[in-house]
């Protein structure tokens, strides 16, 4: 644990300003953490990442598993030797991709069973298995096995995944110790440092949620992350929650938001106390066209932009807002050209991370409230006209 | 013309050294043209490719004229400014690309009748209308249209294909002085100092080549290009037709061929007096995962690659061989991710420029001919085992 440490630098109301120490460096918080699901940010590289300034980027278990496999990737030294990433890396634990599977796989006490997307082979997923894959990935910061269930699940069931995850939690913090203090000869551990993070379950019921703090707290792990949200509840009820759960976790701890958001979800979030981000959407929607400004969504390929010589967001200063207008983004759409989607992928990841710079900057001098306001004077969801 | 001028710096054998003045920058010769189709090097950014040193980028009539269209790029400001590439661009004549249509174009004295491969729409492409289409797009460096016929043509198709390009040629800088001299309103010219190559055909027979040269100069035009070869003809051959026809161009003027080549052909063909270089090779190779080294080709989704620690080529100095390995790049092509493409066309380009930035050295410093042996000695075209 030597090697990970949060301090709080400040706060302003709800919002939080840290540092987060990692064995592959140190994180600036809040923080928004790109998605390198099978080790590389769709459509960009690690230079791009580095010239963006991204602190940290998140793998994904599931399919880092599945192909190259966690042995080869241990055998190569971890993910950050294979991948050539020497910042810091989250995995999570591959629970997400496995429930998304839905009638491919099954759910027991002992782990989750799934067939590959790829091949139809039969695997189980244990938090023990979980919490191994991730050692020999060697990730900075590792999340336990939990099972998700949909947010709009009548109670019962979301009662019983919040305890069943809290049991897996147990075996997974029990395992990660096991590997830390005694080894085992068949993982290969490629990050001595790496910590592990519980995950907070209970849906959208309060009472739930505070017994998943209770229960997960009482284990003991670096930090703690809230799941389960961002799933499709309406924004509203997703902050309703995070401003329920986050101010019972612990406050000398990181609070990780998995899956969101909406650039404005950034912000409420922020307020309600915080600290990590991820999410597939600023890359997942460049990819698809939609680029993230200020005023809101904007969808390239619409005709309207064809002659049009702004940039994308004329306030950004992102590379590709210096340089291209929207008249040859929608061209390379239209065309096909995958540099389309890179140049998209840019701007939207500038747009998070530069938004979450700002809200450090803000939370330091104590105008994160005001930043806020003005955030959402001028932010739409709706995509423009 | 002013803008346009060459100057012969220094020869070794038949090598030359030079230097190109175009609207956009100067070029150093002998110099490597990496292909932007539709206004992007595929899979990267200009970006890279400044950081590669790319001195000047292709453009395609073809597919620009199709889509988005040369009248909207125009009104955009030309090429340059739509795309946002500040440096010198060529672009052909869209007539290879016409001729690869093979049943869907038909050629006539006037020009060449083809289907759009988008939309089926017919389309008449005549000598004066490719002038006018480059004109609009304002590439420093206009091409002639041509009539392209496969280099395994009996003589006489191939002849009658020679002479065609010559009444075409005329007509082309017919329209080009026009346009230069008195302008026309239907056409807006968007780079005034715009140089016109004319294009050496006659497949591969000496006599017709001579014929084709003799045609050609007497038009008379900024520079000349060889056109007609790296059409599937054995290598011998390509370099052959080149070292006849090459030594008959002006001296005073850059010599380009077309199309070409294999890393090794730069070598043989820039022996024989050529100047610049145009290729789709490294970039589509790239993008089927073959990676272009000093000792050859190498297949990167090679299963043997699947540990390899090593990056593509270990004598390569390029971005991607300087962070990556074999491995982690055939994990991206295995997995699909498109950062692989980019990694692998960075490469590929590398590997193009820096040798072409061997060349002008070693040419200057006459020990060309030593270059050349020392790359024939480690190079194979054949995929390595």
Redesign the interface.
């Known amino acids: 644990m030597s090697s990970f440490q949060f301090t709080l630098l400040a706060t302003d109301g709800g919002a939080r300003r840290g540092e987060l120490r990692t064995p592959h460096g140190v994180i600036q918080t809040p923080a928004f953490m790109p998605v390198g699901t099978?080790?590389?940010?769709?459509?960009?590289?690690?230079?791009d990442l580095i010239d963006l300034d991204a602190q940290i980027i998140l793998g994904n278990t599931y399919?880092l598993y599945l192909?190259?496999g966690d042995d080869?990737i241990a055998?190569?030294g971890g993910l950050h030797a294979?991948?050539?990433w020497n910042r810091p890396i989250l995995t999570d634990s591959g629970g997400y991709q496995v429930f998304s599977l839905a009638s491919m796989r099954k759910i027991r006490e002992d782990g989750a069973e799934f067939r590959s997307h790829l091949d139809g082979s039969l695997h189980l997923l244990t938090p023990e298995k979980a919490t191994d894959i991730q050692a020999r990935l060697g990730s900075d910061i590792a999340m336990v096995l939990d099972e998700c269930v949909a947010s709009t699940s009548e109670k019962e069931p979301v009662r019983e995944a919040m305890l069943r995850s809290a049991r897996w939690a147990a075996r997974a913090r029990a395992r990660w110790c096991q590997l830390r203090d005694h080894g085992d000869p068949a993982v290969r551990v490629t990050n001595p440092g790496q910590a592990q993070f519980g995950i907070i379950q209970g849906g959208v019921h309060p009472d739930l949620r505070t017994e998943s703090v209770q229960r997960t707290t009482e284990i003991g792990f670096e930090a703690y992350a809230i799941g389960g949200l961002s799933v499709g509840e309406p924004p509203e009820v997703t902050y309703e929650v995070v401003g329920h759960t986050a101010p019972q976790l612990p406050e000398d701890r990181p609070r990780y938001l998995m899956g969101a958001g909406m650039p404005d979800d950034l912000f409420e979030c922020v307020a309600r106390g915080i600290d990590m981000f991820d999410c597939v959407l600023p890359t997942r929607n460049a990819r698809n066209g939609q680029l993230l400004t200020s005023t809101g969504p904007l969808v390239i390929k619409n005709a309207r932009y064809?002659?049009d010589?702004l940039p994308p967001d004329p306030g950004c200063g992102c590379?590709t807002c210096r340089?291209?207008?929207r008249?040859?983004l929608r061209?390379?759409y239209?065309?096909g050209?995958?540099?389309?989607?890179?140049?998209a992928t840019?701007h939207n990841l500038y747009f998070y991370l530069d938004t979450m710079r700002r809200i450090r900057e803000a939370i330091v001098f104590g105008s994160f409230e005001r930043l806020r306001q003005e955030f959402h004077q001028t932010f739409s969801r709706r995509p423009q006209q």
Chains 1, 2 share one sequence.
Do not use: D, N
């Not at 099978?38 to 230079?47: D, F, P, S």
């Not at 050209?337 to 140049?343: D, R, Y």
């Open positions: 099978r080790g590389a940010v769709k459509a960009i590289t690690h230079r399919h192909k190259p080869l055998r190569m294979f991948i050539g064809a002659e010589p590379y340089h291209f207008s008249a040859y061209h390379l239209i065309a050209e995958m540099t389309g989607a890179t140049l840019i």
